[in-house]
């Protein structure tokens, strides 16, 4: 049957798929563009579970923040070139616009639904793969980064012991450098009670093991695997990290200094780490 150009061109901004597979599903479907449309949408769906299993390294980290609400999400693609296309940009927009005014703390069916549906029309496999929201109270403070590449993106929240703290300027500074020391150093715990036991007692025994032929007495083995121990974990967790700005103090200790100085006590509320593919 003769298709018209104006109904393939308007099939294909409606699907995104090319210009011939347009008409083909116009002709497979007798000009019906309901029935054509919902025919290249299975067919695209069927190329997106083909690729499931396929890796998805490539994406963005969004936020969107108010200064109190903010959510921080994670959408990935398998290809740079589709994480550089403007719908995949505008797709990362409305997933964090939608959740942030929905009041979403987590991924939901119609947001993997957004995605879901552009990954049909690109033919490429896609996942919202985390999403994270905070509200910070009065005594809180919350600062966020995304890094340049947009693969990487941090949110720290700081809480004070009174409500005039977290408004002070050097406060504002030291949690935006918080996200600035964590997007660097990538800590994988706040603090070395966060820390599993498993794992300390994991590293214990390697330590262990290499020192056993040190020709030491057996106590100063133990101080000696104990140090590398406690080396390890300030290594590992946020707070007993060398801070970023001032490398001769810790987090903790640096956000005591500056605590002090605004008038106050700080202690982190929360610290949320997002690295495109890393969970």
Same mark, same amino acid.
């Given at each position: ?11 294909? &901004? ?29 067919? +695209? ?11 998805? %390294? ?30 995949? $940009? ?31 029309? $690109? ?19 919350? %600062? ?22 977290? %408004? ?44 056993? &032929? ?8 133990? +101080? ?25 103090? %810790?987090?903790?200790?640096?956000? &005591? ?5 605004? +008038? ?16």
């Amino acid at each position: 049957m003769d298709i018209k150009a104006s109904d393939v061109k308007a099939l294909r &901004e409606k699907t995104g798929a090319g210009m011939m597979e347009c008409k083909n599903a116009l002709v497979e479907t007798k000009g019906d563009a309901a029935q054509a449309e919902k025919l290249l949408k299975e067919k +695209g769906l069927a190329a997106v579970e083909k690729r499931a299993g396929r890796a998805t %390294s490539e994406g963005r980290v969004v936020v969107k923040t108010d200064g109190k609400k903010t959510v921080m999400a994670e959408i990935t693609c398998e290809t740079d070139f589709v994480a550089k296309n403007v719908d995949f $940009i505008a797709l990362c927009d409305d997933v964090v616009t939608t959740a942030f005014n929905k009041g979403y703390t987590e991924v939901t069916p119609d947001l993997a639904a957004k995605v879901l549906d552009l990954a049909t029309k $690109i033919r490429e496999n896609m996942s919202l793969s985390r999403l994270v929201s905070v509200t910070a109270g009065a005594d809180e403070l919350v %600062s966020t980064y995304v890094h340049s590449d947009l693969k990487t993106g941090v949110l720290v929240v700081l809480k004070g012991d009174k409500a005039e703290v977290v %408004s002070a300027a050097a406060v504002k500074e030291f949690a935006y450098d918080c996200c600035l020391h964590v997007a660097a150093f990538t800590p994988r715990y706040v603090s070395t009670a966060d820390v599993d036991q498993g794992y300390v007692a994991e590293q214990t025994e390697i330590f262990t093991k290499q020192v056993a &032929e040190l020709d030491k007495p057996e106590n100063v083995k133990a +101080g000696i695997v104990q140090g590398k121990v406690k080396k390890h974990l300030a290594e590992i967790c946020f707070l007993e990290q060398p801070f970023v700005k001032d490398d001769k103090v %810790s987090v903790a200790k640096k956000m &005591e200094e500056v605590a002090k100085a605004s +008038g106050g006590k700080l202690t982190l509320s929360k610290m949320v780490l997002f690295q495109l593919g890393v969970n």
